[in-house]
């Protein structure tokens, strides 16, 4: 309970133009009410004098029609009324668009500035400047790679990336598993070399 009682409302989003809206509808509608009223007396009226004449009461008859002559009036002047009032509505209506319409323009407008001042006119000059750099650098790459690989290079690295393309293995030399002869021969020189060190070495003591 106490939730309920406690909960806020949440704002009503009925604005004063949807209020002056429904009113003005409202009045219209009942003023069509009343306008329909009216045509359906005055044919009742009209049907009643001309029994009134056929009975031969000529006087009732006229003052009937003058009646009915009279309510014609307010019956034009109902449908003028009608027809402001929806024009009214109209006028509204089309303002709440308008106004929608700049409400948006200016939430774009902020928006352009605030990108404005993120991106200045000197960042994007120097974006573009560093950015044709670079074109005019990998251009130059591109030129000196062309000109330094030879024909047979061209068709190697154009039969690797086909490979490559086509999901297959590019064969690679094998490693050997045997040291290089280099090492091996280094390897047996070294116990010959430090013997000899030792000999020398222990002559220089004994003298």
């Known amino acids: 309970m106490g939730n309920v009682f406690g909960r806020k409302s949440r704002p ?3 604005t004063e133009q949807d209020k002056a809206i429904l009113q003005l509808k409202q009045q219209r509608d009942k003023l069509k009410q009343y ?3 009216i045509t359906l007396q005055l044919e009742k009226e009209r049907l009643l004098a ?3 004449l056929n009975n031969g009461k000529k006087e009732k008859a006229l003052l009937l029609l003058k009646k009915k002559h009279y309510q014609d ?3 034009d002047k109902t449908e003028s009324q009608i027809s402001n009032l929806e024009r009214m509505v109209q006028d509204i209506e089309f303002m709440q668009i308008e106004m929608k319409v700049i409400e ?4 774009g407008n902020d928006c352009l500035k605030s990108m404005h001042e993120i991106m200045s006119i000197e960042d994007v000059e120097r974006i573009l400047d560093e950015t044709q750099e670079s074109i005019e650098y990998q251009k130059q790459i591109d030129e000196m790679l062309a000109g330094a690989l030879t024909q047979e290079d061209e068709d190697a690295v154009l039969a690797e990336l086909e490979a490559i393309t086509q999901g297959e293995d590019v064969a690679l030399p094998e490693v050997p598993n045997e040291p290089l002869p280099e090492l091996q021969e280094g390897a047996k020189a070294e116990p010959e070399r430090r013997d000899a060190r030792n000999k020398a070495d222990r002559e220089m003591l004994a003298a």
């Not at 948006?104 to 939430?107: F, T």
């Open 35 to 37: 306008q329909k009223k």
């Open 50 to 52: 001309k029994q009134l």
């Open 73 to 75: 009036q307010l019956l």
């Open 12 to 14: 009503s989003r009925v």
């Open 104 to 107: 948006g323009l200016k939430v």
